[in-house]
């Protein structure tokens, strides 16, 4: 975390694993957790939900699916979604490039400083 | 604010205003807020900080310069900034297009639910 702050190609902090979804994190404090997910063709984080914890998602590269309640939605590169506290969501990487997708949760799991 | 999660593209929110940087707003809850800030050509958003807030830019289309105490950093679409409680910083848009940042604060100004 930058004493001053930094400007961030959020795909160069991409971080991509064979075994299933990447996270990488760019910036955290009490409030907020930047993070990147980085996603192989195929690969996908399930629907979940977070107790209390608001989440935005902005599509970096690629493209692929929000995982919804009762459903799906396309998404490309430039998409934003919010999954309020509570609300199921996920994502799915279905294209046959790699898609990398920016998450900011507030706020941070555990609540606490890192 | 949908009950729903639904798929946003940020630019097509962008509210432009002659007078000086036009705001929206795309989600907000106690916890986080969601906004598109919009500069035509020439226009800022002056250098300003925020107690107790966090601030994620992320830049959605356009270039210009992101206002940081003791200087400017160029910035272009995809670029990312995470502006700490209390640092202070802004925006301005040095280019010949128009400039789209989604603007994200943790928590919201007031702290309330709106």
Redesign the interface.
Known sequence: ?PA????????AHAVFSPAGMGKST??T?S??L?GVNAFEPGQAHALHAHA???K?Y?V?AGEGQ?L?EGGA???RA????????D?P?GVRNTGTGRLVV?A?L??VPGGSSA
Chains 1, 2 share one sequence.
Do not use: N
Not at 4 to 11: D, G, N
Not at 78 to 85: F, K, N, Q, T
């Open positions: 975390m001053h702050p930094t400007v961030i190609r959020p795909e760019l910036f404090s409030r907020v930047v209390g914890m608001d935005v902005h970096v929000f919804l939605q396309a998404m430039g998409d934003l979604l919010v999954a309020p506290a609300v969501h920016l900011i507030a706020p």
